[in-house]
C-alpha cells in the first residue's frame, strides 16, 4: 500500500461541509484530501431542501418541553413522528437540551444570525469560482399559515426576525397570487422571507464545489472514516489509494461524525433528525417559483431540477432504522390540495438525517484535547445553507486568522 505523506489535512465527508472545508483550506496554500465513502454530495446534501435561509433566529423541529413530546409521541403533528424504540434516546438528548436553556433561548439568535447573514455570501463566492450560478435563485421563500392561530403565532418568530434586521413580508392569498399563481388559496397568510436564497440542486451544487476542488489540485479520494487514528504527528485514514496521514484532519460526516469521535473518546448530546423526500410532476403548466412550507402541516414544496421536491418535517427514529415514510403519504393529500402536483417522478422515497446537537447550534472548531483533529458537523436544518460559512471558519480556525465570526457559541467544549 502507497502511503502519501504530502498532505498538510485530511477532511472526513465530502457533504457541503467537507467540500467547502476542503476548499477554504485550499485557497490557503494546504494541500487538501477529501476522504468519503461515496461521491461528494450524495447523502444528507444531496437530499435537502435546498434552502440558503437568512432567518436564522429560531432552531426547527426539536420539543422544547416533554408536552410537545408527547404531542409528537401521539404521532398528532404531521410536522414531527417518532418511534418509541427511539425514546430512551431522547429523553437524555432533551434533558441536555433543558440544561443548556433550550433552543428558544436567546443564545440561539445571538449565535446563529451572524452565520445565517453571511451564508448567502459564502455560497455566492463558491458558486462564481466553480461555475454554479446557475442553480441559485434569489426569489425568497414562503412559509404559508392555513390558520389565523397558526400565523400569529409566529409573531415573536417575525419580531426577532425584525430585531436582526431580517425582513419579512406578509402577504394574503390574493397578494401571494400575483406571486404564486398556481398555489391555491387554501391558507391565511403567507410570510415571504425575502433574503432567502434557494437552489435547484443542493447535490448538483455540492458536486460543483467538489469538482472546482478537485480542479485546483484537490485530492476526493474513496475511503472509510471509521479508520481515522492518530499517528506519531497527525492522523492517519485508510483509503482505496492506501493509508494517507497528515497533521490534521476535519471530521465534517454529518450524522455519522459520532460513529468516528466516540472511538476516540469524544461524545455529545447528539440525536438525528430524520427526513423524507420525494419528486413530483407539476399537473399542466403549473410552475411553483419558490420553496414553499405549509407550516400548519410540516412539510416543503420545493422546485427541483428533478420535479417538485416534497420534504418532510421530522422523525424522531434510530439513524439506520428501515425506512417509514408516512409522514410524506400523511401531508401528501395537504400538499396536493395546495399546489397541483401530478404523479411521483422517482420509484422510491428518499431517507435523509438532519445532524442535530442539543443547543442547536453545530460544533466549528479543534477538538479538546485532540491535537491536530477539528470539528465541524451538527448543522440540523441548516446545513446546505452553513456549509461554506463553515468552511471558511475551520480554515480560519486552523490557519490561526481571526474568524469571521465569533466561534465562541460554536466550541466544542460548551457541551
Ligand atoms: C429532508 C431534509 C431537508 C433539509 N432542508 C434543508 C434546507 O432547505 N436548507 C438547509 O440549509 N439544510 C437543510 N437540511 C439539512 C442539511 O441537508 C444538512 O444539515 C447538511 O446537508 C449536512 O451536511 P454535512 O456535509 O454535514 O453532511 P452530509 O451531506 O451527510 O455529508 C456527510 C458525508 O460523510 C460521508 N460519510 C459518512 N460516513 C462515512 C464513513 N464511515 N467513511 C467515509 N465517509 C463517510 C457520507 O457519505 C457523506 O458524504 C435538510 C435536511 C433534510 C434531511
Not at 498538510?8 to 483550506?25: K, R
Not at 429560531?58 to 404531521?78: I, Q, R
Not at 451564508?119 to 463566492?125: C, D, K, R, T
Not at 476516540?264 to 433528525?273: A, H, K, N, T, Y
Amino acid at each position: 500500500m502507497t502511503v502519501q505523506n504530502n498532505i498538510d489535512v485530511l477532511v472526513l465527508g465530502a457533504g457541503i461541509v467537507g467540500v467547502s472545508a476542503g476548499l477554504h483550506l485550499q485557497r490557503r496554500g494546504l494541500s487538501v484530501a477529501l476522504v468519503d465513502r461515496r461521491d461528494p454530495g450524495e447523502e444528507t446534501s444531496y437530499g435537502n431542501a435546498g434552502i440558503i435561509v437568512r432567518e436564522t433566529v429560531e432552531a426547527h423541529g426539536l420539543p422544547e418541553t416533554f408536552a410537545d413530546l408527547f404531542s409528537y409521541a401521539l404521532n398528532l403533528k404531521p410536522e414531527a413522528r417518532y418511534d418509541w424504540r427511539f425514546l430512551p434516546r431522547l429523553i437524555p438528548f432533551l434533558a441536555a437540551m433543558r440544561r443548556l436553556g433550550g433552543t428558544g433561548h436567546d443564545a440561539y439568535p445571538k449565535a446563529m444570525v451572524p452565520l445565517g447573514a453571511a451564508a448567502l455570501g459564502e455560497h455566492e463566492a463558491l458558486m462564481r469560482a466553480a461555475g454554479a450560478g446557475d442553480y441559485l435563485r434569489k426569489e425568497g421563500w414562503l412559509r404559508v399559515f392555513r390558520s389565523r392561530k397558526g400565523f400569529e403565532a409566529t409573531a415573536p418568530m417575525r419580531e426577532a426576525a425584525a430585531h436582526y434586521g431580517i425582513e419579512s413580508q406578509v402577504l394574503t392569498p390574493e397578494a401571494l397570487s400575483e406571486i404564486e399563481p398556481h398555489i391555491a388559496p387554501v391558507f391565511h397568510r403567507a410570510v415571504m422571507w425575502p433574503g432567502t436564497a434557494t437552489v435547484s440542486d443542493p447535490g448538483a451544487v455540492t458536486k460543483a464545489y467538489a469538482r472546482h476542488f478537485s480542479a485546483n489540485g484537490g485530492a476526493v479520494l474513496r475511503g472509510d472514516a471509521l479508520s481515522l487514528r492518530p499517528v506519531s504527528g497527525g492522523w492517519q485514514v485508510t483509503t482505496a489509494d492506501g493509508e494517507i496521514s497528515a497533521p490534521r484532519a476535519v471530521v465534517a460526516l454529518g450524522p455519522w461524525s459520532p460513529d468516528v469521535l466516540e472511538p476516540l473518546g469524544l461524545s455529545f448530546p447528539f440525536i438525528v433528525e430524520r427526513g423524507y423526500h420525494r419528486h413530483f410532476a407539476p399537473r399542466g403548466n403549473a410552475v411553483l417559483g419558490r420553496p414553499v412550507l405549509d407550516a400548519d402541516i410540516g412539510y416543503v414544496l420545493a422546485p427541483m431540477t428533478a420535479g417538485i421536491r416534497l420534504t418532510t418535517g421530522v422523525e424522531f427514529a434510530d439513524r439506520d432504522a428501515p425506512k417509514t415514510p408516512v409522514q410524506l403519504a400523511r401531508v401528501l393529500p395537504k400538499a396536493r390540495e395546495l399546489f397541483p402536483l401530478g404523479e411521483a417522478v422517482d420509484d422510491d422515497v428518499w431517507l435523509g438525517c438532519r445532524p442535530t446537537l442539543a443547543d442547536g447550534r453545530p460544533i466549528i472548531g479543534p477538538a479538546p484535547g485532540r491535537d491536530g483533529l477539528f470539528l465541524a458537523f451538527g448543522h440540523a436544518h441548516l446545513g446546505f445553507t452553513l456549509g461554506p460559512i463553515t468552511g471558511r471558519l475551520v480554515a480560519e480556525a486552523m490557519t490561526g486568522e481571526t474568524p469571521a465570526v465569533d466561534l465562541a457559541p460554536f466550541a466544542a467544549d460548551r457541551f
